[in-house]
């Protein structure tokens, strides 16, 4: 997974330089790699100071989400990041942002400007801003501005303004860019060599038995293993240490940006006419969908996720949060003003707080060892038996069935495939997924020796080892002939790589030299002992 967070955010700075999202707020601040080693900014709404320059917490929540939402479309369905994993993607879009930003201040010290009429004719054309008859309406303009973003056309035009220098800015950088003819074909003949393997894989989830181990095996592995039990129990600290976690609907009165006291007073005394309703016996459901202001919620009755207190505090304030956690279920909270508006809440669900100790669920900890273990050698057991079998001189078909083509087959059953054709290019095997490794060792068999003459392991998935059997089954030549009607392309492809290269590498040096702090809360996932971590970024959940 981390890998392909990795891929995911080897993009990111052109999506940001160069438009991925299409209403795009092509936001303008950042924060940089440098002040991940500098002290922290702590102040309210900034994300980090670049060479002294705020960078909106607003604009960075924006651009994780989307990455987050757009990397979860790319995953299996129902499978959740882990911690560890939503860290590093927002350390990579921040680190993106502040690109960005170092971008934007040296087309200030370059000279570079953008005119009026150049922003406005930039903002016209974004799709977001215009109507069915693709029309830019400034409804929907300002609209967005307000209510999504939160701030006012005057300020998203300067910003949209300062993106546009950034991107003048990586345009100048990589004007110098070339790619030279011999590297064009150098190119192609990397594309084009290819191989076809023939593989059996190996999954030890298939080799695992449902018969527990005995008391007398657990306490044994528990007395000599002790150490990888803690090691386990730690990596899975979110199963035995949650926190309390509640439940809640609101129906929500928004505070806008610019409103006067007189225009939050009435929205004060909305809340209450709903709260005294709601004490009557109005619908709760019912209140929420017809006066709620939270767009996300309202039509699920004001229904938000079930959230920890940080993760609500996050999201609607330490007020909100503190409230909705000294609820009963059932129970109806009085009006509790945020930084965002007015709240009427229930709680829907409360969720007590479970700790579970080391010594409650050791046991039950090296039962799951053992299961692993036990299945892990019986894998590596056959993969050594095909092996064997291969090198004494059979073909991998003959010792493990090959599939029927369009067929599954048993799912506990070996199967040898056949890959398809794939490139040196990209570290991807069809069938067996990425793996640089493996791609460099099927390349580099030679060819009177086919097979790998080893167990080739893939890794571990859930506690069970994955191995691969393989051989080259047939190769591919460059078609040289086809060289002259792919150059252009190929050439295109080239060069857009790699004046992103140009602009990464310059941003790489001037990241090192900038001054940079960050908002340690964005990068943290926070750990109190005995409970565990808790991320503090809402987009996260919901």
């Keep these: 997974m981390l890998e392909e967070i990795r ?6 700075l052109i999506i940001i330089l160069f438009g991925f999202i299409i209403f795009v707020f092509v936001f303008s601040f950042g924060a940089g790699s440098r002040g991940f080693r500098e002290g922290g900014c702590g102040r309210t709404g900034v994300a980090a100071l670049v060479n002294g320059e705020p960078v909106s917490e607003t604009i960075f929540s924006f651009y994780y989400s989307q990455h987050l939402n757009s990397l979860r479309r790319r995953l299996e369905s129902g499978k959740a990041l882990k911690p560890d994993e939503k860290l590093q993607l927002r350390q990579e879009v921040l680190q993106s942002l502040v690109d960005q930003a170092i971008l934007r201040q040296a087309a200030y010290r370059s000279g570079l400007y953008v005119t009026d009429e150049e922003r406005n004719d930039s903002i016209r054309n974004m799709p977001a801003f215009q109507d069915e008859k693709k029309r830019f309406s400034f409804k929907l303009y300002s609209l967005f501005v307000q209510r999504y973003l939160q701030t006012t056309t005057d300020v998203f035009e300067e910003l949209q303004r300062e993106e546009m220098l950034a991107r003048r800015m990586a345009e100048v950088i990589q004007d110098t860019t070339r790619v030279l ?115 996300a919620t309202r039509e699920k009755g004001g229904e938000l996720p079930l959230l920890t207190r940080e993760l609500l505090a996050a999201r609607w304030g330490t007020a909100v949060a503190e409230a909705a956690f000294a609820l009963e279920e059932g129970a109806l909270s009085p009006v509790i003003e945020s930084e965002k508006g007015f709240h009427v ?11 579970h100790p080391l010594e409650e669920v050791q046991n039950d900890i090296a039962r799951t060892l053992l299961r692993h273990s036990d299945a892990n050698q019986k894998a590596r057991a056959e993969a050594e038996r095909i092996l064997a079998a291969v090198k004494a001189g059979k073909k991998l078909a003959e010792v493990v069935p090959a599939a ?36 460099r060792q099927a390349f580099d068999l030679p060819r009177d020796k086919p097979f790998y003459e080893a167990v080739f392991t893939l890794g571990t998935v859930d506690g069970f080892d994955e191995y691969l059997l393989f051989g080259v089954a047939e190769r591919k030549d460059p078609d040289m002939a086809a060289f002259a009607e792919a150059k252009p392309a190929l050439a295109k492809q080239m060069l857009m790589m790699r004046r992103y290269q140009q602009v990464a590498t310059w941003s790489e040096i001037q990241r090192s030299r900038a001054r940079v702090e960050i908002n340690q809360a964005l990068l943290t996932i926070h750990e109190q002992k005995g409970k565990r971590a808790v991320e503090p970024i809402p987009m996260d959940d919901f």
């Design 181 to 295: 003819d011999d590297e064009i074909e150098a190119a192609y003949r990397l594309r084009e060599t290819k191989v076809d393997i023939e593989y059996v894989k190996i999954s030890a989830a298939k080799f695992a038995t449902d018969t527990p181990a005995s008391d007398e095996q657990v306490a044994q592995f528990v007395k000599e293993h002790l150490e990888e039990v803690k090691a386990e129990y730690e990596a899975r600290s979110e199963t035995y240490h949650k926190p309390k976690q509640v439940q809640v609907a609101h129906v929500f009165f928004e505070k806008r940006q610019g409103y006067d006291e007189e225009q939050i007073q009435e929205k004060r005394e909305q809340a209450e006419i709903s709260y005294d309703d709601l004490k009557k016996g109005a619908d709760f459901a019912a209140q929420a969908k017809e006066y709620s202001e939270d767009d």
């Design 404 to 439: 029927e083509e369009g067929k599954e087959g048993a799912p506990d059953r070996l199967v040898s495939r056949r890959s398809g054709f794939f490139s040196r290019m990209m570290p991807f095997v069809p069938g067996v997924g990425m793996n640089d490794d493996l791609v």
């Design 345 to 355: 809440l229930k709680a829907l669900k409360v969720v007590p707080a479970e700790d």
């Design 7 to 12: 891929k995911q955010s080897q993009s990111t």
